[in-house]
């Protein structure tokens, strides 16, 4: 009985480990990991890109730029429902003829990343003021580039 | 004796369970998931973005653009080594003193998303042909906006 149980909770560890290692390989082929890299932040009329600190050397030669490219993520449609939607009404107007999301930059799409294009105020430590941008407070940014 | 090992083996499945949880309630917080949507593919000098079929809905309209951002995968940068890197000789010359990855559209960053705008010669179902692109052959593709 002792022996029978001691085989019971091996198989139960290695079941566990084996289950474990098969979810991650599927998630390493099936998918990509993005990880947010900032926040936007408005405040008292002003619109910063606050990067977490741990990317501050990521913007290192950022400030000599007039703009930047901001990705985000449209956060707000992070379900699967909302990344099912495979077309829309260009910008919500039903006077728009029904159209594929591929042919538009609506927020509803399987993969939520927005493209916008900002004027660079300053760049402050890890802090970058802008005049303005089309995403909501608290919006998670996932990439800058020039 | 057997008592003491049935509340071990109940306490293994638990812990199992939840651990598993807390890697998904950390996964859902902490980063987002990008689908691939399709592939890139060059055969006998023509390039396609061939996108998976249960997104055909997604391209409607597409056909009447004469471009379109194509954002893809760097893949053969997916590891947690390459995604640290946050600063990059640009273009990578040793010449170019060494700068930020925010600051620049390397492939090596973070996030692996690359933006780049193609010439549409055709769309035909599910494949779209395009004139060129800088992204080699199998390249995933994770988005297509206009």
Same mark, same amino acid.
């Given at each position: 009985?002792?022996?029978?149980?001691?085989?019971?909770?091996?198989?139960?560890? @290695?079941?566990?480990?084996? @289950?474990?290692?098969?979810?991650?390989?599927?998630?390493?082929?099936?998918?990509?990991?993005?990880?947010?890299?900032?926040?936007?932040?408005? *405040?008292?009329?002003?619109?910063?890109?606050?990067?977490?600190?741990?990317?501050?050397?990521?913007? @290192?030669?950022?400030?000599?730029?007039?703009?930047?490219?901001?990705?985000?993520?449209?956060?707000?449609?992070?379900?699967? *429902?909302?990344?099912?939607?495979?077309?829309?009404?260009?910008?919500?107007?039903? *006077?728009?003829?029904?159209?594929?999301?591929?042919?538009?930059?609506?927020?509803?799409?399987?993969?939520?990343?927005?493209?916008?294009?900002?004027?660079?105020?300053?760049?402050?430590?890890?802090?970058?003021?802008?005049?303005?941008?089309?995403?909501?407070?608290?919006?998670?940014?996932?990439?800058?580039?020039?």
């Amino acid at each position: 009985m002792r022996r029978f149980t001691v085989l019971f909770v091996l198989f139960m560890i @290695m079941g566990c480990n084996s @289950m474990a290692t098969r979810k991650q390989k599927q998630m390493a082929t099936d998918t990509f990991k993005v990880y947010p890299i900032g926040t936007v932040s408005k *405040e008292d009329g002003h619109t910063y890109l606050v990067i977490d600190k741990e990317y501050l050397p990521a913007l @290192m030669g950022l400030e000599r730029f007039s703009h930047v490219t901001v990705l985000y993520w449209f956060h707000l449609n992070d379900t699967p *429902e909302k990344r099912a939607v495979l077309q829309v009404h260009p910008q919500g107007k039903k *006077e728009n003829p029904m159209r594929g999301v591929f042919a538009t930059h609506s927020p509803m799409r399987p993969n939520l990343i927005a493209i916008t294009r900002c004027k660079i105020l300053s760049v402050k430590n890890n802090i970058v003021e802008v005049d303005k941008i089309d995403a909501f407070d608290k919006t998670p940014i996932i990439d800058l580039k020039n």
